[in-house]
């Protein structure tokens, strides 16, 4: 026990020495190759609900460990209700870091006020993507809110065992002949188990793809778990060749979901699979 | 600070929390993608001194934790001078945990009684490799033990600092004409600073390509710092192509050298790196 002990000691005091330098070090000064100024050929980011056991500042410190600098805010860092004074302080700590806020969400919507306060905290975030799950009975009042602030919806699928949007067809189906500004967030390991293949719903759902978030899974079913990207049943090479294809313009936001009280080294594996593979894959298109 | 301080404690506590289960799972259960019975395209394995800072039992821990099955057992977790008792409970632990030591080093080796020493250690431990650094006036010895005992040398290049061995072309033109079990590891961190570029040298070091430490680094030069693969100037789709290309019949060994007191998160974005390059040349290869 004792060696365990020392090892966790270690460990953590390892982390608190790095964390600082590690800090400033990021905030601007280091640039991932292939995301120099030419732009990232497919930007990584991170869904905010990976931090969820975790408050912003120890996100801000995980995403700078990994240089990952594009954030889709989740409502745990910044709740809805949030005064401007808040919402100010929470948006500079980020921006301060060098991260974008590139959406928030995802944001449940059950009724009309849900829709209303999570339009009207978009707009005083300043992003223009909400990542979001309306029930589908209120997709004619989504597209009024969406109409009028001018701020786009990524409707955000979960898995098979999920009533409203089990897979991204169950959103396409519903938001196809509604404003260009409404469309899908392909959570690719939801979508895998629901009996989609992700690089295909690429292709599927291109005109209406905002947003990702990318993952893996164990199994193509219903009892597929959350893995590290590349251990699972995801073919990441297709994913990618296909969101080269369609020159996605979104972020590719990794979110993992396995080990979430310890989450930083599967992070960082995964996020470094996702950039070996989509690296290689732009070389090939190239 | 205390927020600093709670973030500490849920890492170090999580990890601990993890630690356990992620040990019996992977003894032997979770097979990485690409590493199936057929044999994986490019094995990964780590440099032991990777862990300098910690014991084999953390380091065991930390193989476990990135499902990496080969190691190059360093003389810090296991000295030379150790009792056939001491070996035995090491190389048991080790081969408990599902991994396979497939080398010992880097050993440095500056007297005959020092190259006594590291064969006859090689054999007890029971491995067909030694990564050594024998003083160039040794080679003629060396060759002799490598007859005597049938245990391959793989030399380790350093960097342009090094009065030795700076790149690997240094260690090529001194064992081309010695007996075949005497060969190359090839630093490709270190000779990329000491102006050889490291895809090339596989090709130019086929024959004698025994192991390889793999790294990234911020520079081709004498001051390039060690980096998370994927994040320096290092080309591993070239890399890993010619790999493939010679069929490299060895151990890719990532060796990562920087946050030593806290690599694990570091090694976690490499191999997640390296495995997804690889994997997509592999397949591009098919």
């Known amino acids: 026990m004792s060696t365990r002990r020392n090892f ?9 020495a790095l964390a600082v330098p590690g800090l400033s070090a990021t905030a601007g000064t280091i640039v991932k190759k292939g995301e120099t100024e030419a732009g990232p050929l497919l930007p990584v980011g991170m869904a905010g609900y990976t931090f969820a056991k975790f408050n912003i500042d120890q996100a801000i410190e995980m995403l700078n460990r990994i240089n990952v600098r594009n954030l889709s805010l989740k409502d745990i860092h910044l709740p809805i209700n949030s005064t401007p004074g808040q919402i100010r302080e929470v948006t500079e700590k980020i921006a301060n870091a060098g991260i974008k806020i590139y959406a928030v969400g995802v944001i449940y919507m059950k009724t009309q006020t849900e829709i209303d306060n999570a339009f009207a905290y978009a707009k005083r975030v300043g992003v223009p993507l909400i990542v979001g799950v309306p029930t589908p009975e209120l997709l004619d009042y989504t597209e009024q809110k969406v109409k009028e602030y001018n701020i786009k919806i990524a409707i955000h699928n979960h898995g098979p065992e999920d009533k409203l949007y089990p897979g991204p067809k169950s959103v396409y189906d519903l938001i196809r002949n509604r404003d260009a500004r409404m469309g899908i967030c392909l959570d690719i390991g939801h979508a895998m188990r629901a009996g989609e293949e992700p690089a295909q719903a690429v292709l599927n759902y291109r005109t209406r793809l905002f947003d990702l978030h990318i993952k893996d899974v164990t199994a193509a079913a219903k009892d597929g778990k959350a893995t ?6 995801i073919d990441f090479g297709k994913l990618t060749t296909n969101l080269l294809k369609i020159r996605y313009p979104g972020i590719c936001a990794i979110e993992y979901e396995k080990d979430m009280n310890d989450p930083l080294v599967g992070i960082a594996e995964s996020v470094g699979y996702f950039r070996g593979v989509s690296r290689e894959v732009s070389r090939k298109g190239a």
């Open 228 to 233: 590290e990207i590349g251990r699972g049943v």
């Open 8 to 16: 966790l000691l270690q460990t953590a005091l390892g982390f608190g």
